[in-house]
């Protein structure tokens, strides 16, 4: 009896790092760790993103995310305007779209902020 338990600690301890494992893998795919080699399993499209950034105090926070995902941005143009107080950035990526969901999820969790995506066929 104290012998399956044993297995069932070390079961438990294996379980929990392989938990730990996955975690790092998930999320290295959406962010600065990715390689070469995971990006070529999920095929490249073009993305159009648009920002709504209603606080301008979040404006340091998104230039931050950007440029972590600034191998994979075209171009990208901002437009304030000034009368309904609000500003503008369009993105054009060409990324998979488990990336592009990655960086509209983390831009839409800053406070103020709003990103959606439209993706190309290709």
Do not use: F, W
């Not at 959406?30 to 399993?41: A, L, N, P, R, Y």
């Not at 209603?54 to 304030?80: F, Q, S």
């Amino acid at each position: 009896m104290k012998r399956s338990m044993d297995k069932e600690g070390e079961h438990g301890e294996k379980e929990k790092h392989g938990k730990k494992k996955r975690n790092m893998e998930k999320e290295e795919e959406h962010g600065k760790g990715m390689s070469t080699t995971e990006t070529k399993q999920e095929e490249s499209r073009v993305v159009l993103m648009g920002i709504l950034v209603e606080d301008t105090e979040a404006t340091a926070r998104i230039n931050g995310i950007l440029h972590e995902y600034g191998r994979y941005i075209v171009g990208r143009m901002g437009l304030p305007y000034r009368e309904k107080q609000v500003s503008v950035i369009s993105i054009v990526m060409d990324a998979p779209q488990s990336v592009a969901n990655a960086l509209s999820g983390k831009l839409g969790m800053i406070p103020g902020v709003t990103s959606k995506c439209l993706y190309g066929k290709k």
